[in-house]
């Protein structure tokens, strides 16, 4: 049973390097409805630690990161181009087999969909969570599809996406 990511203010107060992951980022994978699909996976380099999220909770502050997940079809697949991916996404620190050793829900995707369209005033916040990455190990997302989006295939060039990961 692999263990939770969760918020952990001394990673949010690092002066890390903040990466956005953003649609073009994106693996052009096939989901499969009822199983989670990596659609995007980075090898912690040796010299590096990785985190998902940068920053706190804290609106206000310079180092909010808000988020937002529009991820479309490519019309490749059981989806026309365009159609909105409905699912879970998902976080997951993973060995390099693929197993998860942690994980943590991010938002159903219909909802962070909508947060594309809204002022990042408004997004919710993609803060900065614990445990990292150490060398060798990998961090994903991943999707769980509802049967809505089984067959899709992600299109990574038209996704409108705001994610972050941090390194030190």
């Known amino acids: 049973m692999p263990g939770t990511l969760s918020y952990n203010e001394d990673l949010a107060e690092l002066d890390g390097d903040v990466r956005p992951i953003r649609g073009s980022d994106l ?3 096939t989901l499969k409805a009822g199983a989670e699909v990596t659609v995007y996976r980075e090898k912690v380099p040796q010299d590096k630690d990785l985190w998902f999220g940068a920053g706190g909770k804290d609106r206000a502050s310079a180092d909010s990161s808000p988020m937002h997940a529009d991820i479309v079809a490519s019309g490749n697949g059981s989806g026309t181009a365009g159609d909105t991916i409905g699912g879970t996404l998902y976080a997951a620190i993973t060995d390099s087999d693929g197993r998860a050793l942690y994980t943590r829900k991010l938002g159903d ?7 594309a369209s809204e002022s990042p005033t408004e997004r919710p916040l993609m803060y900065s969570l614990a445990p990292y990455a150490m060398p060798g190990r990998f961090v994903e997302f991943r999707i769980d599809a509802d049967a809505n989006s089984d067959g899709k295939e992600i299109d990574p060039a038209a996704s409108n996406v705001m994610l972050y990961r941090s390194a030190l």
């Open 109 to 115: 995707l219909e909802l962070l969909s909508e947060f």
């Open 27 to 29: 693996d052009q994978e």
